[in-house]
């Protein structure tokens, strides 16, 4: 069976979700899937975060679905027992990233310099996120970074979109691309679950294979 990160890397793209009502988690999963993506990571930045996964992992069998924005240990169990196949840290956090490695839980902890990936090696993880990836310095910071991390792969997050991410992708070292891109909160808000699936559909014909 294929790893976590295995399916991540072949999407290439992980949508990073707010979701304030849970009620809307599934058309939003269903648009994503139409459009190309079966795979979304919805943030516990809202007390919706825990429901939602359950709702998409009940009913969009085929979907990957993970919890970002997790910050405590508390989360990660009420994440995983909701259906969340993986946990995404922003930071790099030994408590939460230590309970996800003794538990056999896939962590993709948030780490963008050189003391956070060594902590993260020493509990044996190598895929890593990399956030907020623009404002850190972007594919030149995570190219010098991977020079002495031959080890390390990294999904950037915060500033990448459809017009940057082939940048990242092209890059070997890059994991997946993901944000918000495809996925604003006023779409979802409003609804606009073609708009969604356009968006969708554009950045999965654009991205490099
Ligand atoms: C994240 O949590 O990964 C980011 O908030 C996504 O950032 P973006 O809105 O710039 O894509």
């Known amino acids: 069976m294929k790893s976590i990160s295995q399916r991540i890397y072949e999407y290439g793209i992980v949508p990073v979700v707010k979701l304030e009502d849970a009620g809307l988690a599934v ?85 963008s310099d050189p003391a956070s990936i060594e902590a993260a090696l020493e509990l044996g993880i190598s895929d890593l996120k990399f956030f907020p990836a623009e404002p850190s310095g972007g594919l030149p910071m995570i190219r010098s970074l991977c020079a002495p991390y031959t080890k390390v792969r990294f999904m950037p997050t915060g500033g990448v979109n459809d017009r940057n991410m082939n940048e990242y992708l092209s890059y070997d070292k890059i994991l997946a691309c993901g944000g918000t891109w495809m996925v604003k909160e006023d779409l979802i808000r409003e609804r606009r679950f073609d708009e969604i699936e356009r968006l969708t559909r554009n950045t999965v014909m654009n991205m490099l294979g």
């Open 27 to 111: 058309p939003l999963a269903n648009a994503l899937m139409a459009g190309g993506l079966k795979c979304i990571e919805v943030t516990f930045r809202t007390d919706a975060a825990e429901q939602a996964i359950r709702n998409i992992s009940q009913e969009c069998k085929d979907m990957l679905v993970g919890a970002g924005t997790v910050l405590t240990v508390g989360q990660i169990e009420r994440a995983v027992a909701a259906g969340a196949r993986f946990i995404v840290t922003p930071g790099f956090n030994p408590t939460t990233a230590g309970y996800c490695v003794e538990h056999g839980i896939p962590v993709f902890p948030g780490c």
